[in-house]
Nanobody
Framework: QVQLVESGGGLVQAGGSLRLSCAAS????????MGWFRQAPGKEREFVAA????????IYADSVKVRFIISRDDVKNTVYLQANSLKPEDTAVYYC??????????????????WGQGTQVTVSS
């Protein structure tokens, strides 16, 4: 059974940074594309960033491009999201997800079949 556990969320002032981590169980983690999504109160869950199984390809939502960086460490079975220059509109619960049936990075929520429980990020103005 696959489990994804996020950590690293918290309260930060605008302009600050956070590093989110997603620890994964499962022997085939290093073959799966991984993604980060977020959901603000009253809004739908939206794509943030994704990384291919090899780590060679990354894609980002326009709203976070340049500010956020996704990376993976397959030895540690962990995916990271470095969030810089945070804005109040980045406030949301952040979820990591795995797309076990895919090879390439994808921004499509329905193509992810394993999800973590989420970690709260709050950015104060």
């Amino acid at each position: 059974q696959v489990q994804l556990v996020e950590s690293g969320g918290g309260l930060v002032q605008a302009g600050g940074s956070l590093r989110l981590s997603c620890a994964a169980s499962g022997r085939t983690f290093n073959r799966w594309p991984m993604g980060w999504f977020r959901q603000a109160p009253g809004k739908e869950r939206e794509f943030v960033a994704a990384i291919s199984w090899s780590g060679s390809t990354t894609i980002y939502a326009d709203s976070v491009k340049v500010r956020f960086i996704i990376s993976r460490d397959d030895v540690k079975n962990t995916v990271y999201l470095q969030a810089n220059s945070l804005k109040p509109e980045d406030t949301a619960v952040y979820y990591c997800a795995a797309a076990s049936q895919r090879g390439a990075a994808t921004r499509l929520k329905d193509e992810y079949d394993y999800w973590g429980q989420g970690t709260q990020v709050t950015v104060s103005s």
